[in-house]
């Protein structure tokens, strides 16, 4: 498959959607390229989680990841911090895609669902937060949403179906402002799943060589 040369495809979807199988599936078509891990609690805030998990009134079930739980009356703080500490990370990805073919495996929508959970806040998307990352991402990548149903997510992730629910509510929110091709993995193999996104940048390409 030919491909330019700052090419950038995202898979976002709740756990066990597929994403990391097909990331390393399309990474290995592609190569040479860079596989780019876009998700949450980056930087500085993953340092003062490292810090805040070890006090009792921040610890708990919010995020099933970290053991974190933040206040509610630190919540919008909170997502000050994750604001500003995925910035350089947005960075690095621009300029990593000046060169190199880039596969996110995990992208601005898990960004925004992973804040959203973490700080309770179903209106995070009406944020000047998020409509700033929106814009500076704009049309940057062909993103690809993966789902499957909630037995199937719960089987593969292993994941409590209560927390899956929620990640579920929350990307179908995102794509409302995030378009994207949408996979159901349900009940598709990985080869159905690669043929149906080989197909889609096929044409993408053949747009934008005219």
């Known amino acids: 498959m030919r491909n330019n040369s700052n090419t950038l495809i995202a898979f976002s979807g709740p756990d066990g959607s597929g994403k990391s199988t097909i990331a390393r599936k399309i990474a ?3 190569r040479p390229s860079q596989i780019y891990w ?5 930087t500085l805030a993953y ?4 810090i805040l998990t070890r006090l009792n009134r921040f610890t708990g079930a919010t995020d099933f990841y970290l053991n974190l739980s933040i206040p509610k009356t630190l919540r919008k703080l909170w997502q000050l911090i994750e604001f500003f500490s995925i910035l350089p990370h ?20 898990d960004f925004i ?13 009406s944020t000047l937060q998020f409509r700033i990352l929106r814009a500076i991402t704009r049309n940057e ?8 149903t909630l037995s199937e997510l719960k089987k593969r992730s292993g994941e409590r179906s209560s927390f899956l629910k929620r990640q579920l509510s929350f990307y179908e929110k995102v794509r409302a402002y995030l378009p994207g091709e949408v996979i159901d993995t349900s009940n598709k193999s990985i080869k159905e799943v690669l043929r149906y996104i080989n197909r889609k940048l096929r044409v993408t390409e053949k747009a934008n060589w005219g």
């Open 47 to 50: 340092l003062l989680v490292r």
């Open 113 to 125: 669902v992973w804040v959203a959970l973490l700080t309770d806040d179903p209106e995070y998307l």
């Open 28 to 30: 290995e078509e592609w």
């Open 141 to 148: 990548a062909k993103l690809f949403y993966f789902t499957a």
């Open 90 to 109: 947005i960075l690095a990805l621009k300029l990593l895609g000046l060169r190199h073919r880039i596969v996110c495996d995990r992208y601005l929508p």
């Open 38 to 42: 876009l998700r949450g609690t980056h």
